[in-house]
């Protein structure tokens, strides 16, 4: 089936169904930090509805990435779809049923790297937009759309950003449509997300034969007590909202082939994912603290990836969930689960939430979007934004 376009603007590609743009969207082989024309797709939607659309490209040579942010409407409220157009991988050839970028429909299901996480998101909404968009529109609607969320996002939401604040551009909320429910379309809505930290520790010791202790110093005995200690007590208890913290040692490395000898250093590579009871800082104090009393002059290089955010439950989480159990019938848990996601930077230009399809494909070979699904999440966006310049001042569509 496919939607008419709004009164006054010329149809886009005959106003493809959501189900067709996610096909177009997969074809376009967009493996981080290649965009391959997945955004010139969006891009081709939002000219048509009259949005002002700007590429933003960042990051040089090998490292470029496009981005997307685009505009419709100048004043309040202001409501912004996040998502992303870059890919992973598809892995092992063998593991797919299906070229992984030809983009075909079988047994109910769309098939092709990118159909749950996230391009058929960014179809269902494209979809809610021109939906929405036939009744008028009081207020501003907004896209930001990057290219670099499967990557180190070093190029892509973060710099976005730090654009948009220049330019004056500061959504009043914010829904990204990462794969957040869990098992049905509905079963969940994501309001925080926890944080992450990479730390690498080295302890150097005085190599030498096993046979002389007082010859050598052995690190790798260090490298275990700080270990143990890090690990003797839970980081915390968690709180309402969030799991508890949890610490884990990722690789263990020695460098060691010999039998006989106490190698000169030993590391270790570790992983938190923290709540919001903690920062990103706070745990880099701790972890520096014990390794300097275990092992002084030993080496901690911290990487954080994502500081823990929580968006109070409020009138955004109202709108989706009434949307969602208006179409579904399900009352969608409020989770803070799983990794993290571009929503982490978001959170500092306005309050966000995350909902989209069923993640259990992502990342997977012969990842899947059930087409009713996606007929589904653009009736439930589509409500969303009935819902939400009805209910945030704007008054209803006129």
Known sequence: MRDSAPPGLAPSVASPDAVDLTLALIRCPSVTPHDAGALDVVAGELTALGFTVHRLPFGDGAERVDNLYARLGAGGPHFCFAGHTDVVPPG??????????????????????????????????????????????????????????????????????????????????CLVGEPTSARQLGDMIKVGRRGSLNAHITVNGIQGHVAYPQRFDNPITRLVRILERLKRDPVDSGNTYFDPSNLEVTNLDVGNPTENMVPARATARLNIRFNDLHSGAS?????????????????????????????????????????????TGLTPTLSTTGGTSDARFIRRLCPVIEFGLVGESMHKADEKAAVADLHVLADIYTDVLDRYFRDSGGGPAA
Not at 292 to 297: H, K, L, R, S, V
Not at 318 to 325: F, K
């Open 283 to 327: 745990l880099s104090d701790w972890l520096r603290a014990v390794v300097a009393e275990e092992a002084p002059g030993a080496d901690v290089a911290i990487r954080i990836s994502g500081e823990a955010f929580f968006t109070a439950p409020g009138p955004l989480s109202d709108i989706v969930a009434a949307a969602i159990t208006a179409r």
């Open 92 to 173: 092992a050839a063998d593991g797919w049923s299906v070229d992984p970028f030809a983009g075909v429909v079988d047994q109910g299901f769309v098939v092709g790297r990118g159909a749950a996480d996230m391009k058929g998101a960014i179809a269902a909404f494209l979809v809610a937009l021109r939906r929405h968009l036939a009744s008028g529109l009081k207020g501003s609607i907004s896209l930001l759309i990057t290219g670099d969320e499967e990557g180190v996002a070093r190029h892509g939401t973060d710099p976005v950003l730090d654009w948009m604040a220049a330019h004056g551009e500061r959504p009043d909320h």
